[in-house]
């Protein structure tokens, strides 16, 4: 490397989680590949790592939670979408990044049919599990806007808690 390499200077690691904000909140920063935004777990639960969350009801857009309602049992529309926490676990009222744009490992669901690279995949019935976009529903998961990503690898269905296949989120 030269001397006149941009190098980020950061405030804090990506993985950073705490009690009280360290950055304004939306803030975003590209590490590694991936953007990150910062954002507040507004949730009853812990957003664990490999886990997909969702924009809190009635927040300003930077809150998030990782307990949903299912809409219609199977689905939750990617427009309420935020991100998926991929260092740590965020836990209920604390601050942390979430990964929203780039490449990351998300937990696949079980008893679901298995995932092929290049599949649409979609927020499952399992709450903070992946499942893959299936045929009959998918053109309208994709006019009701339903998938957040593309597989990257292919992942067989589990019924362990460490099946997770690579994601492009969108």
């Not at 990506?14 to 590209?30: C, F, K, M, N």
């Not at 939670?65 to 998926?84: H, K, L, M, R, S």
Request: proline content about 3%; hydrophobic content about 35%.
């Amino acid at each position: 490397m030269s001397d006149y390499d941009y190098k980020q200077v950061s405030e804090e690691s990506v993985s950073a989680v705490t009690a009280t904000p360290t950055v304004d909140l939306g803030t975003q920063r590209v590490y590694g590949g991936n953007v990150y935004t910062y954002g507040y777990n507004a949730g009853i639960v812990d957003a664990t790592q490999y886990t997909p969350v969702l924009i809190a009801t009635g927040s300003t857009g930077y809150s998030f939670t990782g307990y949903w309602t299912y809409t219609d049992g199977t689905y939750i529309p990617a427009p309420n979408f935020f991100g998926v926490v991929k260092h740590a676990t965020i836990t209920a009222g604390s601050y942390g990044w979430v990964a929203t744009r780039g490449f990351v490992d998300v937990m696949a669901a079980t008893g679901i049919p298995d995932v092929v690279a290049g599949d649409a995949i979609a927020i499952g019935a399992t709450a903070g599990r992946c499942k893959a976009a299936t045929f009959t529903s998918y053109i309208t998961q994709l006019i009701q806007n339903r998938y957040f990503g593309h597989a990257m690898q292919s992942q067989g269905h589990t019924d362990s808690t460490t099946g997770h296949f690579t994601t492009y989120i969108r």
